[in-house]
């Protein structure tokens, strides 16, 4: 699971078949004004940003050459609202 913060953290959990058992990776994300970078343990990678209809995807490469193995999709979580 990804995880994006907007003070630009980002952290990625690696969960197990055993539901005790999980891996945590912390590192950073950035936008530069036409991409995602995300650094992770040292390695980064580029992503372009692919949002439909409640879809969210962080494409590695291209939306036509994307690296599947290295993108992200997920759903859109709203914001809860403030009481």
């Given at each position: 699971m990804l995880s994006l913060n907007l003070d630009g953290s980002a952290l990625v959990t690696e969960n197990y078949d055993d539901k005790?058992?999980?891996?945590?990776h912390k590192g950073e994300w950035t936008y530069d004004g036409q991409g995602y970078a995300l650094a992770i343990e040292g390695k980064t990678t580029s992503y372009?940003?692919?949002?439909?209809?409640?879809?969210?995807?962080?494409?590695?490469?291209?939306?036509?050459?994307?690296?599947?193995?290295?993108?992200?999709?997920g759903t859109i979580k709203e914001?809860?609202?403030?009481?």
């Open positions: 005790d058992r999980k891996k945590e372009t940003l692919l949002r439909t209809l409640g879809v969210c995807a962080l494409i590695s490469g291209s939306p036509d050459v994307a690296n599947l193995r290295e993108s992200w999709v914001d809860a609202p403030e009481e």
